[in-house]
Structures are given as structure tokens and as C-alpha cells.
């Protein structure tokens, strides 16, 4: 089977956080904040989304089931599905909320008051060929060729050469999550970290694995973080800012468990924690990383159920 009637492709990751660079080797884009998507667009058939764990996602963003006429051919698409907010800029927890609603009315009512877009930035599949091992810039240009129309739900994402400094502090100024550069005779590698796309954000953020949760004074719920070290789960401290009770009534529903499978460090009320099978992903906003490995200002995201608590590696 090719890749297209398959539809298990894992996308490609970036492997390096950098500052601000400047490359005649590199192209650099804006990057979205929302949720890592594969569109599989056939303007016969019709339109499929899968996540980065190949979960199907039209029935969380039904607003997007036309996308196949936007395209000329049969073609495979990464790309963000992301929410845009009034001021013109992604608002990830419009599609992180999205992502967790189960209910038909509530996800309909939020596809008309909050639609989602999606935004192509690559192509791994054009007419009834795989095209992962053509350099990034020939995949750009088949990109182009495969698309018949944008709009409000799909759009292709907008680069520029060498300047990455530049981008990013336009980036800045406008207060998004950063820029994307990558190199330009760059190939496609499925589910692979590679130094060929650097990541520089404005705001710093991971994924952890949620391992716990302890009740704190005034109705403050503090959420303990992992990540793995290898196969081993490693202690990362906690966040207590912007967990919402949606998200924590999820969490609650996760089995407890009686002890942890890291050491964690006494005090910062780790000893009243409530442990939890480490399962769930949730993304974490910080200012900058600590001496010590811990960050500055952390602000919990949401969660995120795209991604595989196996998946949250230390840095």
C-alpha cells in the first residue's frame, strides 16, 4: 500500500531549540501554536485528519471536511491545525479544548464560534507519488502546485530566505510563539528529530507527563511533572498557574497509584501529592530555564492528547 492508503505517516520533528541566526542555507517561518496535523486531501474522495498519534480528528474539527476541494491532486499534507482569534493570532487552548470535546453539539457550536484552520507547510505526497526524499525547497514548490484555492480554514504557511533574525523579531513584536528554520536541501525523515529544523520562540515551552496533583491553600491545585530520561521518568518539579477545572477534572479520572515511579525531592508539598499513572501530556509555558533545570514563570497550557507520555523527553 502507498502512503496515501496507508495514512500512518508520523511527521518529522524539529531537533534544535536556537537563538535567533541568520543563513543563506535556511528558510524560516512563522510557527503556529496548535496541534501538529497529517491531511490526507483527495479532490475525488475527500478529506482526512490524523494527529500526531494517527487519531482521526474530523469530528473534532468537522468545519475542516472540505479541504479536498482546496487542492488540484491527491496529495499528503503536515501542517497545524490551529484556532485564530479575533486579533489574528493562534489561540492553542480554542484547539486543545477542542481536542478533548466528545460531545456533537458542544463541537459544533465551538466550530461556529471558534473555526479551525489548517496551515500546510510541507508535502509528502503528490500525485500518486512519495516525495519525502526531494529536498525542502522541490517539496515547496510541489506544495504551491497541489494547491487550487486559500481561505479562512486553509492556508499554506508563508516563508522567507536566510533573514531569520528579522522574522523573529517581527515575530516578537506581534507577541507569537516564534519562528521555524529549516534547512533548504533538508528530506523528509518520518518521525525523527532532525538539526535541519531549529526551533526559536519567544516564550519557551514543553510537553511533561502529569504524574500528580497537590491541594494547596486558597483552591490552588499544583500539578507535578515528569519527563523521561530514557526509559526512566524523571522528576521535573510542578506548575500550578492556568490549570483550569476542565483540565482538572480530567486528570482526577486518571487512576491513582500509591507511590510514583521517580524519587522526588521532600517538601514543596510533594509528600501530600496524590500520584497518578503517568499517562496524560500537557504542555507548559515558562519564561526561561533555571540553573538548576527548572523554569521561571511556569503557566500550565492545557493538556495534550496528541502526544504520548513515552514522547516527553528531557532536553
Known amino acids: 500500500m502507498d502512503l496515501f492508503e496507508q495514512k500512518q505517516v508520523k511527521p518529522m520533528l524539529i531537533g534544535v531549540e536556537t537563538e535567533p541566526f541568520d543563513d543563506p542555507a535556511y528558510i524560516f517561518e512563522m510557527k503556529f501554536d496548535g496541534e501538529r496535523c497529517v491531511a490526507y486531501l483527495d479532490p475525488k474522495s475527500g478529506t482526512e485528519l490524523r494527529n500526531k498519534r494517527n487519531v482521526k480528528m474530523l469530528p473534532k474539527v468537522p468545519e475542516l471536511s472540505e479541504l479536498h476541494q482546496y487542492v488540484k491532486t491527491k496529495c499528503v499534507l503536515d501542517g497545524e491545525l490551529t484556532c485564530i482569534g479575533t486579533d489574528g493570532k493562534p489561540v492553542f487552548h480554542e484547539i486543545q479544548r477542542r481536542s478533548l470535546m466528545t460531545n456533537k453539539l458542544r463541537i459544533d457550536f465551538a466550530a461556529k464560534q471558534h473555526p479551525a484552520t489548517f496551515v500546510a507547510f510541507d508535502i509528502l505526497y503528490y500525485k500518486d507519488k512519495d516525495v519525502k526524499s526531494l529536498p525542502l525547497m522541490e517539496r515547496k514548490a510541489l506544495l504551491q502546485k497541489a494547491i ?29 510563539e516564534g519562528i521555524v528554520g529549516k534547512r533548504k536541501d533538508s528530506l523528509y525523515f518520518e518521525d525523527k528529530r532532525t538539526k535541519d529544523w531549529k526551533k526559536v520562540k519567544f516564550y519557551l515551552d514543553d510537553d511533561f507527563v502529569i504524574c500528580g496533583y497537590i491541594f494547596k491553600e486558597n483552591n490552588m491545585i499544583s500539578i507535578v511533572l515528569g519527563q523521561y530520561r530514557g526509559s526512566e521518568l524523571i522528576y521535573k518539579g510542578h506548575v500550578t498557574m492556568g490549570v483550569s477545572r476542565k483540565d482538572f477534572k480530567i486528570i482526577q479520572q486518571q487512576p491513582e497509584i500509591a507511590m ?3 524519587d522526588f525531592p521532600a517538601g514543596h508539598g510533594n509528600e501530600n501529592a496524590v500520584w497518578i499513572e503517568p499517562e496524560l501530556v500537557c504542555k507548559v509555558e515558562f519564561m526561561e530555564r533555571t540553573q538548576s533545570g527548572g523554569m521561571r514563570q511556569p503557566r500550565f497550557q492545557g493538556i495534550r492528547m496528541d502526544k504520548a507520555a513515552e514522547d516527553c523527553v528531557e532536553k
Open 148 to 176: 487550487k484555492e486559500e481561505n479562512a480554514r486553509f492556508a499554506v504557511s508563508r516563508y522567507i530566505e536566510e533573514q531569520g533574525s528579522a522574522l523573529f523579531a517581527a515575530a516578537k513584536e506581534q507577541q507569537l
Open 260 to 262: 510514583p515511579s521517580f
